[in-house]
């Protein structure tokens, strides 16, 4: 009896992370919290759309990065706005100048935060802001 009450919480554990048709389902269940799929995010390989994708920019959806496991900072940053998502919280992707250079970070109220979505970067300059309709504009959900 016992078994079969194991066995019914974990399907409906399973069921209730499934997420609405075409979006992704996996990663968000497999992460706890914000800080465990950021720590999962910092230690995938950073690799350049030219290099990955023979593109000078290209932002994958989230099942794409999930799957590939590596990626450039707007695909780190896509993936962690999308997993906050899926845990009720919600955030922009922020275009900012580091050192010269263009950078994503997230974004919430005109604050720039890392991809844990609680570090805060007040005096990242931001450059363009993306919400969450803007960000399904520039991915693409296969
Ligand atoms: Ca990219």
């Given at each position: 009896?016992?078994?079969v009450i194991f066995m019914v919480c974990v399907a409906l554990w399973a069921f209730s992370c499934s997420i609405q048709h075409g979006e992704p389902v996996g990663p968000d269940c497999f992460f706890e919290n914000?800080?465990?799929m950021s720590q999962w995010l910092i230690k995938t390989p950073y690799v350049s759309d030219l290099s990955q994708f023979?593109?000078?920019e290209y932002w994958q959806n989230p099942n794409e990065f999930w799957s590939?496991?590596?990626g450039?900072?707007?695909d780190k940053a896509v993936f962690a706005i999308w997993y906050a998502r899926t845990q009720g919280m919600i955030y922009g992707l922020a275009v900012v100048d580091l050192n010269g250079t263009r950078h994503a970070m997230?974004?919430?109220n005109g604050m720039v935060y890392g991809l844990d979505g609680h570090?805060?970067?007040p005096n990242?300059?931001?450059l363009e802001t993306y919400d969450w309709d803007a960000i399904k504009h520039k991915i693409r959900w296969d």
């Amino acid at each position: 009896m016992g078994k079969v009450i194991f066995m019914v919480c974990v399907a409906l554990w399973a069921f209730s992370c499934s997420i609405q048709h075409g979006e992704p389902v996996g990663p968000d269940c497999f992460f706890e919290n914000m800080d465990q799929m950021s720590q999962w995010l910092i230690k995938t390989p950073y690799v350049s759309d030219l290099s990955q994708f023979k593109r000078t920019e290209y932002w994958q959806n989230p099942n794409e990065f999930w799957s590939n496991g590596r990626g450039d900072c707007e695909d780190k940053a896509v993936f962690a706005i999308w997993y906050a998502r899926t845990q009720g919280m919600i955030y922009g992707l922020a275009v900012v100048d580091l050192n010269g250079t263009r950078h994503a970070m997230l974004e919430r109220n005109g604050m720039v935060y890392g991809l844990d979505g609680h570090s805060t970067y007040p005096n990242m300059g931001i450059l363009e802001t993306y919400d969450w309709d803007a960000i399904k504009h520039k991915i693409r959900w296969d």
